[in-house]
């Protein structure tokens, strides 16, 4: 497994929306592997490929309880509204109030190639959909409101 570099925000391939996966395979395992460890390293709770320069529609998420990955996600079912605090791993030090869905279900390919449908609230929705707004190009800065800079909260 490797560190990635992860990118800032003003590099292009986050404002790009990504490209579906085509293929899973050993190749993509390789590029989550290396995602998950990168996440790890600096303390964040969640990773888009993009974020390591990789326009491909995959995310990497560990809030606490083990790691889910997430390829090709469609978000299918948004429910309610809750405003929560978020950081970026791409957007050091800066945090903001975003207004999401405060519960959600997403359909996901795994690392095997099997779909998959999960329900998530709280946190765990929360990071998804940040995730997921990712690969199309929206950063949290970009619709996040109270936007202020503070140093270790976790970042997404
Ligand atoms: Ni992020």
């Known amino acids: 497994m490797a560190i990635l570099n992860i990118m800032k925000a003003g590099a292009p391939v986050l404002k790009t929306k990504c490209a579906p996966v085509k293929k899973v395979d050993a190749k993509l395992r390789h590029l989550l592997d290396d995602m998950a460890e990168t996440m790890y390293k600096f303390n964040g709770i969640g990773i888009a490929a993009p974020q390591v320069g990789v326009s491909m529609r995959a995310v990497v998420i560990d809030i606490g ?3 889910l990955e997430l390829i090709n996600p469609v978000i299918t079912m948004r429910d309610g509204s809750a405003i929560d605090s978020e950081g970026c791993l791409s957007v050091p030090d800066i945090y903001g109030d975003v207004e999401r869905a405060a519960k959600i279900e997403v359909e996901y390919t795994t690392r095997y190639g099997k779909r998959r ?38 970042d997404e």
């Open 65 to 67: 309880d083990g790691i």
């Open 117 to 154: 449908k999960l329900a998530a609230e709280k946190l765990l929705a929360r990071c998804i959909q940040h995730e997921c707004d990712h690969l199309d190009g929206i950063l949290f800065i970009d619709i996040a409101k109270n936007l202020r800079r503070e140093t270790g909260d976790d």
